[in-house]
T-cell receptor, first 114, second 113 residues
Framework: AQSVTQLDSQVPVFEEAPVELRCNYS??????LFWYVQYPNQGLQLLLK??????LVKGINGFEAEFNKSQTSFHLRKPSVHISDTAEYFC????????????FGKGTTLSVSS | DTEVTQTPKHLVMGMTNKKSLKCEQH?????MYWYKQKAKKPPELMFV???????INESVPSRFSPECPNSSLLNLHLHALQPEDSALYLC????????????FGPGTRLTVL
């Protein structure tokens, strides 16, 4: 079985500062990894995904994440955040070829202030 | 068309009512999902349909009844709900069940009085 741990439940940051949202996973098989963002009263939007290949993944809105197999991590980064990045961020994992649905972390609330 | 649509956006119902939530996608995806999300929590998987057949049922109470009339549509029929069922109900779809990337709809905000 897979599990996901998002190490920070809340991350407050000032506008134009860099940010890192941490995600660790556990799995005995190969996995796909995802970051989703949820703005207030909306559904989830895919930010980026790691399926295979390059371990540095670039997503939408200037976000990127690095897959580190040895540390079983998939941390999300942005060099300079905006007020509009304030949202809930979910890390998720699914087993490759297992035909199972996503396992979500508990989420990290990113609050960007001026 | 790369979106998942859900209707209605908001729904208020009494505990004796019967209502339905609807979800539609036209991306040719063959797997569709229902999730329940409480405030400040991650989505919880309820049901998964693969090729219009129920593939996963996460021990959801029978007052929730899913239906997949065709590959583009997914319904969730609601009957005799409880106030604790109030939540955001999200629909999602993916290319196939083994294809991890899911596309989510905007959700239906359900309030049970």
């Amino acid at each position: 079985a897979q599990s996901v741990t998002q190490l920070d439940s809340q991350v407050p940051v000032f506008e134009e500062a860099p940010v890192e949202l941490r995600c660790n996973y556990s799995s005995s098989v190969s996995v796909y990894l995802f970051w989703y963002v949820q703005y207030p009263n909306q559904g989830l939007q895919l930010l980026l995904k790691y399926l295979s290949g390059s371990t540095l993944v670039k997503g939408i809105n200037g976000f990127e994440a690095e897959f580190n197999k040895s540390q079983t991590s998939f941390h999300l980064r942005k060099p300079s955040v905006h007020i509009s990045d304030t949202a809930e961020y979910f890390c998720a994992v699914s087993a490759v070829q297992a035909g199972t649905a996503l396992i979500f972390g508990k989420g990290t609330t990113l609050s960007v202030s001026s | 068309d790369t979106e998942v649509t859900q209707t209605p956006k908001h729904l208020v119902m009494g505990m004796t009512n019967k209502k339905s939530l609807k979800c539609e996608q036209h991306m040719g995806h063959r797997a569709m999902y229902w999730y329940k999300q409480k405030a400040k929590k991650p989505p919880e998987l309820m049901f998964v349909y693969s090729y219009e057949k129920l593939s996963i049922n996460e021990s959801v109470p029978s007052r929730f009844s899913p239906e997949c009339p065709n590959s583009s549509l997914l319904n969730l029929h609601l009957h005799a709900l409880q106030p604790e069922d109030s939540a955001l109900y999200l629909c999602a779809s993916s290319l196939g069940l083994a294809e991890g990337e899911q596309f989510f709809g905007p959700g239906t905000r359900l309030t049970v009085l």
